[in-house]
């Protein structure tokens, strides 16, 4: 009988009775004895997409196929454009048309967008299916797997439409990084970088150290970067699954970085990309409030900068592009009575969750965008 490989590490998600592993390492993913603790069922779905099907369906379905008596695939097209109720509606097509029961269980098998998406079709379908996390992409490892948040997008909004629904597993094969594309490996090491100035200073001396072996995609060093990634935001769910106070910290960069992707048109930026530049501009308005030094902003600026991820914001509006951002701004889902909240730096390894006034918000876009 198969074994889930010793060199993996397994994180908790403590929420109770809707508490969940994560599970980090290699020889994870075409593992039967990786999913042997996940509930029974008649049948599975596979949900993933065009560029990941050919890469990993077949490891999975095969894996699937020792405990599940179907496993059925639905293929979505692949990018952020797709993540809206048309695409949505293409895996309730595959659940009815299968006659998938509730106890059917969904297996996200992607990046981001796939599991939000996964994760958002097993919160509605008959009011609540079982799902599991695989994710593929760094990004989705260290980040959106993670802590029950599932979306689709709107055109006036990023993951404005969406349900707080935990899955049962999260699977993070670290061999499926190997696939990546090199800008979408950038665009993840823009979440981990997050979790220094937010939480974990050591952890941000660590990814000072260790940049070019990320880049390199050594597996130790991947394999550290998304564990500690992994821990810090257990530790934030775990305080706070809705996202009623301390959780909206791991938005650091993304109220600028959601204004970017939904102003370009969803797709055009990678979403590390917009936290990228967002965090750069957030850790700019903390230095203009005072909170943070400008050494402080300069050596958040230069991690950035390593990982290869954007410095400045685009033009959204050639006329007014201050007035363009934060029209889109005031759209996010921290924003109270059309107040722009941000998260912001209060000093180093601590976060806050603030507003600002427009003038000051409006000097620092027009300072950190792109002429």
């Not at 990018?79 to 297996?107: M, P, S, Y």
């Not at 379908?125 to 079982?130: A, D, E, N, Q, S």
């Not at 959601?258 to 967002?278: F, P, Q, R, S």
Request: charged share 20%; hydrophobic share 45%; with cysteine.
């Amino acid at each position: 009988m198969s074994t889930v490989s010793s060199a993996s590490h397994t994180v908790t998600i403590d929420l109770g009775e809707r508490s969940y592993p994560i599970v980090i390492g290699t020889e994870l993913l075409g593992n039967p004895a990786t999913y042997a603790a996940l509930p029974k069922g008649a049948a599975a779905l596979i949900v993933t997409n065009t560029t990941v099907a050919p890469l990993y369906a077949d490891q999975l379905r095969a894996a699937l196929a020792a405990k599940y008596a179907q496993v059925h695939t639905v293929v979505l097209p692949d990018g952020e454009e797709h993540k809206n109720w048309q695409t949505l509606n293409l895996i309730f097509d595959a659940l009815l048309g299968h006659g998938c029961d509730r106890k059917t269980v969904l297996f996200a098998l992607g990046g981001g967008v796939i599991g939000d998406m996964t994760g958002f079709a097993a919160a509605s379908y008959m009011r609540g299916v079982p799902f599991v996390q695989v994710p593929t992409t760094l990004l989705a490892q260290v980040d959106s797997s993670v802590g029950g948040k599932t979306a689709i997008n709107h055109p006036l909004g990023k993951n404005m439409i969406g349900a707080f629904y935990q899955p049962q597993l999260v699977v993070c094969d670290l061999a499926t990084l190997d696939t990546l594309e090199p800008r979408q490996l950038s665009a993840g090491l823009g979440e981990i970088i997050k979790y220094g100035p937010i939480a974990d200073m050591d952890f941000m001396d660590w990814l000072q150290t260790h940049m070019d072996a990320l880049l390199a995609r050594d597996r130790t060093a991947l394999a550290h970067a998304v564990r500690r990634s992994c821990e810090i935001k257990a530790w934030v769910v775990g305080q706070d699954e809705r996202e009623s106070g301390l959780r909206a910290i791991l938005n650091f960069g993304h109220t600028f970085g959601h204004a970017i992707e939904a102003g370009m048109g969803y797709g055009n930026w990678l979403h590390g990309e917009g936290v990228g530049a967002g965090m750069v501009m957030a850790a700019e308005l903390s230095r203009r409030l005072g909170l943070v030094d400008a050494a402080f902003a300069e050596r958040l600026r230069t991690l950035v900068q390593r990982a290869g991820l954007p410095l400045c914001g685009p033009l959204l509006d050639a006329a007014d592009n201050a007035g363009r951002y934060l029209e889109l701004m005031r759209v996010d889902k921290k924003s109270e009575a059309g107040e722009i909240r941000f998260v912001l730096i209060d000093g180093p390894g601590q976060a806050t969750v603030r507003a600002a006034p427009d003038a000051l918000v409006r000097e620092v876009i027009d300072a950190c965008c792109a002429a």
